[in-house]
């Protein structure tokens, strides 16, 4: 027998196919469309790490990680902390494993705030225009654009001057 010759019942083909099939009634066994139970599957959610109790989002680009790397969130910890945030306040989101657009993201977690770290990041956004350090806003959303966490977290001259040009832009944004 082969794979090719298998029939199978109209209930077990709803069963498989959700709510992406229609099924017409079938004379051979009486059966209503009504009749049959079809579960519908849930929409994708949006994974992120926080609350995001603040309505703002933090995007980042981590291929390897769920979220990203545990230096770079003790890092994020500081610089929440200095803006009067934690973690529950904000949603961090992984760019690298999201399908979402920034839209859907914007109506979906009903954000106000998006951070965006990094320039892999930014493809979500889809503006390649955002320029690094400058609070722009867009339909009542403020965006930061800046250099990936590691970038900023580096003791040397450059990665202070982007920590001063991002603090700056912080402080501005959240009034601290």
Same mark, same amino acid.
């Given at each position: 027998?082969?794979? *090719?010759?298998? $029939?199978?019942?109209?209930?077990?083909?709803?069963? =498989?196919?959700?709510?992406?099939?229609?099924?017409?009634?079938?004379?051979?066994?009486?059966?209503?469309?009504?009749?049959?139970?079809?579960?519908?599957? &849930?929409?994708p959610t949006l994974s992120y790490l926080g609350n995001n109790e603040k309505n703002t989002a933090i995007l980042v680009y981590y291929p390897q990680e769920v979220y990203l790397?545990?230096? !770079?969130?003790?890092?994020?910890?500081?610089?929440?902390?200095?803006?009067?945030?934690?973690?529950?306040? =904000?949603?961090?989101?992984?760019? @690298?494993? *999201?399908?979402?657009? =920034?839209?859907?993201?914007?109506?979906?977690? /009903?954000? %106000?705030?998006?951070? =965006?770290?990094?320039?892999?990041?930014? %493809?979500?956004?889809?503006? !390649?225009?955002?320029?690094?350090?400058?609070?722009? #806003?867009?339909?009542?959303?403020?965006?930061?654009? #800046?250099? @990936?966490?590691? &970038?900023?977290?580096?003791?040397?001259?450059?990665?202070?001057?982007?920590? $001063? /040009?991002?603090?700056?832009?912080?402080?501005?944004?959240?009034?601290?």
């Open positions: 027998m082969s794979f *090719s010759n298998i $029939r199978l019942p109209d209930e077990m083909i709803a069963a =498989i196919y959700g709510s992406s099939l229609v099924l017409v009634p079938s004379t051979r066994h009486e059966s209503r469309v009504e009749d049959i139970p079809v579960k519908i599957s &849930d929409p790397p545990d230096e !770079q969130l003790d890092f994020l910890s500081v610089i929440l902390k200095a803006c009067k945030l934690n973690v529950e306040d =904000i949603a961090i989101v992984n760019t @690298a494993h *999201s399908t979402e657009k =920034i839209t859907d993201l914007v109506i979906t977690l /009903k954000l %106000k705030t998006v951070l =965006i770290f990094g320039e892999e990041a930014t %493809k979500m956004v889809g503006h !390649q225009g955002l320029m690094k350090f400058v609070l722009q #806003s867009t339909d009542g959303v403020s965006f930061i654009c #800046s250099p @990936a966490l590691e &970038d900023l977290n580096i003791e040397n001259p450059e990665g202070k001057l982007h920590k $001063r /040009k991002l603090w700056d832009c912080l402080k501005q944004l959240f009034n601290v």
